[in-house]
């Protein structure tokens, strides 16, 4: 049987920026929610492979406001045989005087989090389960916003630390996540927190729409477009 359609967009990404290299430690950021759990599944399924020659942990941080694993998600985990580990963060305790809880805060300190449990246990990368889609949000977000051309990277060495963060689903749309997801059965579980207030993520993804008409080629386009950069045609 032919693998996933998905399996095939993340095995490129891990080819064309060497997302995964021999001996190398991975801790993967569990959520819970369908787009990290398609790449933790793909991990398990990676190591099956003939000279698969890297390890990997699922962490997944829980917060004084919720961010755990579902039971479904445990079991799943169980069922696929996926080392999994969980430790718990004081997101409102930690927030300093006068300062107001947000969705950016939040998740500041688990990226941070995450940071510190790979630099104290010997992990090299940190993989996330950013896609196309929020790769191009976050472009489209940095250009109208902040009048800069950026957004976040297939692979990132971290200055301060010696890890690097990678997102191997960077060629993978969110639908093609989506449809992957529902085969899977896990499709479905959201941060449902009180605080979240991404209206400035929603309005991107709104605008991304607009602009591609949802088309999954034309995203891949856009994503290609900032690889082919003309210095000389722009200003
Ligand atoms: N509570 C958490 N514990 C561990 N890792 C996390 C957690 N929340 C987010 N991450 C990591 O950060 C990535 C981006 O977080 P974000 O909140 O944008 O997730 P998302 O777009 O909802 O994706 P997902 O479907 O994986 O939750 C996730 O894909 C995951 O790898």
């Not at 021999?22 to 933790?40: C, E, F, H, R, W």
């Not at 961010?67 to 080392?83: A, M, R």
């Not at 630099?119 to 940190?126: A, R």
């Not at 929020?134 to 977000?141: G, H, N, P, R, S």
Request: charged share 30%; aromatic share 10%.
């Amino acid at each position: 049987m032919p693998q996933p359609f998905l399996y095939n967009l993340i095995d490129k990404a891990v080819f064309d920026y060497k997302l995964i290299e021999k001996g190398d430690k991975i801790l993967v950021g569990a959520s819970g929610g369908k787009d990290s759990t398609a790449l933790i599944e793909y991990f398990e399924n990676r190591q099956k492979r003939k000279n698969a020659d890297f390890e990997f942990l699922a962490l997944n941080i829980q917060t004084d406001f919720g961010g755990g694993l579902p039971s479904d998600i445990q079991t799943l985990f169980k069922e696929w045989n996926v080392p999994v580990k969980s430790i718990f963060v004081d997101v409102t305790g930690r927030l300093s005087d006068g300062y107001k809880m947000s969705c950016y805060w939040c998740s500041n300190l688990r990226r941070k989090e995450l940071i510190n449990f790979a630099v104290k246990n010997g992990f090299n990368k940190i993989a996330l389960g950013h896609h196309l889609d929020d790769i191009l949000e976050t472009l489209l977000m940095n250009a109208l916003n902040k009048g800069e051309l950026s957004t976040m990277t297939p692979s990132l060495k971290l200055e301060k630390y010696p890890v690097k963060i990678i997102r191997p689903l960077c060629y993978a749309g969110v639908q093609t996540i989506v449809e992957h997801s529902k085969k899977g059965g896990y499709f479905g579980w959201t941060c449902t927190c009180t605080y979240q207030d991404n209206s400035t993520r929603k309005d991107a993804r709104r605008r991304l729409e607009l602009l591609t008409g949802g088309d999954r080629k034309k995203k891949e386009r856009l994503f290609k477009a900032l690889k082919n950069i003309r210095p000389e045609y722009l200003p």
